[in-house]
């Protein structure tokens, strides 16, 4: 079965500084999406990038962008200039690819950013 | 463009109890998908819906049922409530079952309260 890793509950980053969020997972399969999504205080998951695992270039996303090493079955993901606006829940999620929505979360990473 | 939207926000009942969550899809969307997310956890797949159907069921008990009408809006029901069914519900819309690179949109969920 497949799952979803994320071994950081808390981090904190200084405002303009630069943190990078962990997340692994388990999966005997080749094709495969990964994302990372935020959950502010509003609830409202947002996605914030995403990754297919046949391409071997990490995802970026203006400040954000990661570190995809599929061998090791890593997805970490970097935040340049942290902003308070990126104080948020960080969820890691895994799905199949493609055709199907069934995504597998870790248990987030709490994101404090210090002012 | 309104994206998800879910009803009502919060909702408090006892055991035994049944409720019916509601979700509207981003518009353009007809797949959705329902995600149970307990305190300090991360979400996890309840069921998903396209074209009236269920498609897909995570481990959850036949007290969990589910309806999609005809303009893609969908329910959510939870028969006999059980203190542990106390949790934030998300719905999640996309297009097509195999879905535009399977990004899903998520509401910001029903905070549900179990007594």
């Known amino acids: 079965a497949q799952t979803v890793t994320q071994s950081q509950p808390e981090m904190s980053v200084q405002e303009a500084e630069t943190v990078t969020l962990s997340c692994t997972y388990d999966?005997?399969?080749?094709?495969?999406?990964l994302f990372w999504y935020k959950q502010p205080p509003s609830r409202q998951m947002i996605l914030v990038i995403r990754q297919e695992a046949y391409k071997q270039q990490n995802a970026t996303e203006n400040r954000f962008s990661v570190n995809f090493q599929k061998a090791a079955k890593s997805f970490s993901l970097k935040i340049s200039d942290s902003q308070l606006g990126d104080a948020a829940m960080y969820f890691c999620?895994?799905?199949?690819?493609?055709?199907?929505?069934?995504?597998?979360f870790g248990t987030g990473t709490r994101l404090k950013v210090l002012a | 463009d309104a994206g998800v939207t879910q009803s009502p926000t919060h909702l408090i009942k006892t055991r035994g109890q049944q409720v019916t969550l509601r979700c509207s899809p981003k518009?353009?969307?007809?797949?959705v998908s329902w995600y149970q997310q307990a305190l300090g956890q991360g979400p996890q797949f309840i069921f998903q819906?396209?074209?009236?159907?269920?498609?897909q069921r995570g481990n959850f008990p036949d007290r969990f049922s589910g309806h999609q009408f005809p303009n893609y809006s969908s329910e959510l029901n939870v028969n006999a409530l059980l203190l542990g069914d106390s949790a934030l519900y998300l719905c999640?819309?996309?297009?097509?079952?195999?879905?535009?690179?399977?990004?899903?949109?998520f509401g910001a969920g029903t905070r549900l309260s179990v007594l």
């Open positions: 999966t005997s399969e080749s094709d495969y999406y």
């Open positions: 518009s353009g969307h007809d797949t």
């Open positions: 819906y396209y074209e009236e159907e269920e498609r």
């Open positions: 999640a819309s996309s297009s097509g079952l195999a879905g535009v690179k399977n990004i899903q949109y």
């Open positions: 999620a895994y799905t199949l690819s493609p055709g199907t929505y069934k995504y597998i």
